[in-house]
C-alpha cells in the first residue's frame, strides 16, 4: 500500500513524448488519436540510478567571443565510408543514433566500428541487451575481430552497466538495443516510451560529462521510424539510418541529423560473408555486364548520393493487360513519379499505356529518391514500348514537369565525369545544362557527345527515328 501511494502516474504521447497527469484521447502538442499511455514512476528516479556519476555542475553564461571555436576533435576509424557519414570521424562525447530495418546489419556494422576503435587504441563497451556474450562473440569470429580493449556486457539493466561504465571509463559505449534496456525505477515495460527516453536520458548525460562517445541502435517501426517518442531523435547529436534491401548486397549510411557535420553525405557497402564491405567504386557493382545492357527497356542513370555520383540502371517492362486496371509496380523507384511520368508521356506524346501493366526496377536493389531520374525512367518504358534500345554507352538525366518540359540538373559535371570513367561517352541532358556540359566536352573533346533536349516530346521523337 505504502508502494502505491509513492508511485506517480502520468501519461507520455508515444508520438511527441508529450506528458499530461491525465489521459487524453488527444495528444495536445502533436494531434495524434489515441496515442497517450500510461505509465507509472517513483519520485525522482534518476537520483537513484547515477552509475557512480557526479551531478551536473552549475552552469554560468559565456560570452559568445570568448568561446574557443577550435576544430572539433575526432577519431578517424580508417572507415572512410562511416567517417564520411560522421563528419570526418566520431566526436568525443557525442550521442549516435543507429536505425535501420530488422536483419540490415546495423548490429554487424556497429561491432565492426567497435574493432575499428579498439585498434585506435581506445578502449569499448559493448553492451548487449538482447545477446548473449557467446552469441557476439560467434559475430566477431564471423568479422576476424579479436580485438583485446573490446568490452562485452550482456545485461538490459542500465543501472548495472552505468556501474561498469563509470569503473571501465571506456572511449566508446554501444547499447543494443535501446528498447531492451530499462531503469527498475521505472514501472513500466522496457520499449516503452517512458524507459526509451529516460535511458537515453541517463546515456546522454554520461556521454556530456566524461566525454565517452556512445552509439545507440533502435528498431524501427514497420513506417520505418525508429520505435519510441519523437524526442528520441532531438535527444542525440547523430541520428543514421542503415538501408538496403535484405535479399541484396548493397547497402546504404545515410545521415539524417548531424551538429557536427552535413547530413548530405552516404556511405556505401556490400554486405557478404565476413561483414559489411566498403565499397570503393558503387557505379562498377551496380553496372555490372553493363555491355549487354543496351537492350529495350534499360537505361542508365547518373544520381548523386550524398555528394558522391553514383551509375544506376533503371530496367522498365511493359506487357498487355488481363485486367480493366492496368497494374503499375516499382522496385527502387518512386510509385508515385512513375503514375506522374506515365500521364505526361500519354499526354505530351501521344503514347498510351493505358491497356498495359508497367513495371519499373531499379537493379542490385539500390533505391533512387531523385527527381533527376525521371528522364531515365520515362526513356526506360518508352524503350520497351516502341521496342528500341537506347545506342550502347547512353546515359540520361533530367528531371520531367509536368508540361514534359525537361528541367535543369545540379552537379551536372560530376554526374559526366563519373559516367566517363565508366567508360560512356553520350550524354542526353537538359538544354537549360548546355553551360555545363559544354565545360566537360571542352576536355573530352574527341570521344564524347552530347545531346540537349528541352521536351520529353524530342526525347521520344529521337527514339522513335532511331537516333541517339
Not at 525508429?226 to 542503415?242: F, I, N, Q, S, T
Not at 570513367?421 to 571542352?442: C, I, Q, W, Y
Request: neutral net charge.
Amino acid at each position: 500500500m505504502e508502494k502505491n501511494k509513492r508511485t506517480k502516474i502520468k501519461y507520455v504521447c508515444d508520438d511527441c513524448g508529450a506528458e499530461s497527469p491525465k489521459w487524453l484521447g488527444r495528444c495536445p502538442m502533436c494531434g495524434a488519436w489515441n496515442s497517450m499511455k500510461e505509465f507509472r514512476t517513483l519520485p525522482d528516479p534518476a537520483a537513484r540510478f547515477t552509475g557512480g556519476m557526479e551531478p551536473s555542475p552549475p552552469s554560468v553564461p559565456v560570452l559568445l567571443h570568448d568561446i574557443d571555436a577550435g576544430k572539433e576533435p575526432r577519431w578517424k576509424l580508417s572507415m572512410p565510408e562511416v567517417d564520411r557519414p560522421l563528419g570526418g570521424g566520431i566526436v568525443p562525447g557525442s550521442v549516435i543514433l543507429w536505425g535501420g530495418e530488422p536483419g540490415i546489419g546495423k548490429s554487424t556494422l556497429v561491432l565492426q566500428i567497435c574493432g575499428a576503435v579498439s585498434r585506435t587504441g581506445r578502449s569499448v563497451l559493448y553492451i548487449s541487451g538482447e545477446e548473449s556474450e557467446f552469441q557476439i562473440k560467434m559475430r566477431a569470429n564471423r568479422l576476424g575481430m579479436d580485438e583485446e580493449k573490446c568490452f562485452i556486457l550482456s545485461s538490459p539493466d542500465l543501472s548495472s552497466a552505468e556501474e561498469q561504465i563509470a569503473s571501465l571509463r571506456p572511449g566508446l559505449v554501444v547499447i543494443d538495443s535501446i528498447q531492451t534496456m530499462y531503469l527498475s525505477g521505472l514501472d513500466s515495460p522496457p520499449g516503452s516510451p517512458a524507459q526509451i527516453r529516460e535511458c537515453t536520458h541517463h546515456l546522454v548525460r554520461i556521454a556530456k560529462q566524461t566525454g565517452t562517445a556512445v552509439m545507440i541502435i533502435g528498431h524501427v517501426t514497420k513506417e520505418g521510424n525508429l520505435a519510441g517518442p519523437r524526442m528520441l531523435e532531438h535527444m542525440v547529436d547523430v541520428v543514421l539510418y542503415l538501408e538496403g534491401d535484405r535479399s541484396y548486397q548493397f547497402r546504404i549510411l545515410r545521415t539524417v541529423k548531424n551538429r557536427f557535420g552535413s547530413t548530405a553525405e552516404t556511405g556505401l557497402f556490400m554486405m557478404d560473408e565476413k561483414g559489411l564491405k566498403e565499397m570503393e567504386n558503387p557505379s562498377a557493382f551496380l553496372l555490372r555486364d553493363r555491355e549487354i545492357r543496351s537492350s529495350p527497356g534499360n537505361v542508365i542513370f547518373s544520381c548523386m548520393e550524398g555528394q558522391r555520383p553514383v551509375l544506376a540502371e533503371i530496367q522498365a517492362l511493359t506487357v498487355h493487360s488481363a485486367f480493366a486496371v492496368p497494374r503499375r509496380i516499382a522496385v527502387g523507384y518512386d510509385y508515385n513519379r512513375m503514375i506522374i511520368l506515365l500521364a505526361v508521356l500519354e499526354k505530351k506524346t501521344g503514347l498510351s499505356f493505358s491497356d498495359h501493366d508497367v513495371y519499373i526496377n531499379v537493379v542490385s536493389g539500390f533505391r533512387i529518391t531523385e527527381t533527376a531520374a525521371d528522364l531515365a525512367a520515362a526513356m526506360s518504358m518508352v524503350s520497351i514500348q516502341m521496342n528500341r534500345g537506347l545506342p550502347s554507352g547512353t546515359v540520361v538525366m533530367g528531371e520531367v514537369g509536368l508540361t514534359g518540359e525537361i528541367l535543369p540538373l545540379n552537379h551536372v559535371e560530376r554526374r559526366m565525369k563519373e559516367a566517363y570513367k565508366m567508360g560512356f561517352s553520350h550524354f542526353v541532358l537538359p538544354a537549360s545544362n548546355e553551360e555545363d556540359s559544354r565545360r566537360f566536352t571542352a576536355a573530352h573533346p574527341e570521344d564524347t557527345t552530347v545531346s540537349l533536349i528541352s521536351h520529353i516530346g524530342e526525347a521520344v521523337d529521337s527514339l522513335r527515328s532511331g537516333n541517339s
